[in-house]
Each structure stands twice: as C-alpha cells, then as structure tokens.
C-alpha cells in the first residue's frame, strides 16, 4: 500500500478558495488513481473527485463540477485538490485514498471506492 499525508485544510470565508495537497510515499506513485473523499459531522463519507495515474482523466461529483479541479505531480508524488467558491456545505475533513491500478472517468471512482490506502485527513471549515 502507499501512504497519503493530507494538508492545506483551514477556515476560509464562502467564495473564497482553499489548495488541497496529498503527498504520496512507500510503493511506486504510480500508476495508482488517487482521489478525494469528504465527511461533514454525523454524515458518511462520499466522494468529491479522483484523477488517473497519467492525469489525463479526471472524474468529479456533480456538487463540485467547475468549483472544484484535481491536479498531480507525480515527479512530486502529490494530488492537489483546487477548490474555489467555496460554500458553508463544503465544510468536512478530507481524505485522500489511492488505489492502483489504469483507469479513466468513473471507471477511477469504481476503482477507488475499493482503496486500502486512506490519509488521515484535513479539516476544511468555510464560514457563511
């Protein structure tokens, strides 16, 4: 398995914008899919979005589309999460998870739904 580190969670204002950062370690990076997941107080985990081992797919949930963009470095070993517009329901501690494997679209969603590796996660708290 790899190992996640998450980071750049804070409290920012709504529409304001928040860098997320995810550095992997121990295994190869790739070519695992690597993906974000959130989890708001007393609510279940869900997916926000996942990127594909050579970048060149990504594949989001709908409440994120054009507020939200999945990046990686693999030289870096890191997945950055860019969320602008940020409302109050974006509040949550974010995880990060891979999972290896080649994938493209929901077929990285599939792929990560499945992941043994998880991060600790960061808080993100947007004010109203």
């Known amino acids: 398995q790899v190992q996640l580190v998450e980071s750049g969670g804070g409290l920012v204002q709504a529409g304001g914008s928040l860098i997320l950062s995810c550095a992997a370690s121990?295994?190869?990076?790739?070519?695992?899919?690597i993906g974000w997941f959130r989890q708001a107080p007393g609510k279940e985990r869900v997916f926000v979005a996942v990127?594909?081992?050579?970048?060149?797919?990504?594949y989001y949930v709908d409440s994120v589309k054009g507020r939200f963009t999945i990046s990686r470095d693999n030289a870096k070993n890191t997945v950055y999460l860019q969320m602008n517009s940020l409302k109050p329901e974006d509040t949550a501690v974010y995880y990060c998870a891979a999972d290896q494997g080649y994938c493209s679209g929901y077929g990285c969603y599939a792929l990560l739904r499945g992941s043994g590796s998880w991060g600790q996660g960061t808080q993100v708290t947007v004010s109203s």
């Open positions: 990127i594909n081992w050579s970048g060149d797919s990504t």
């Open positions: 121990g295994r190869r990076f790739s070519p695992y899919a």
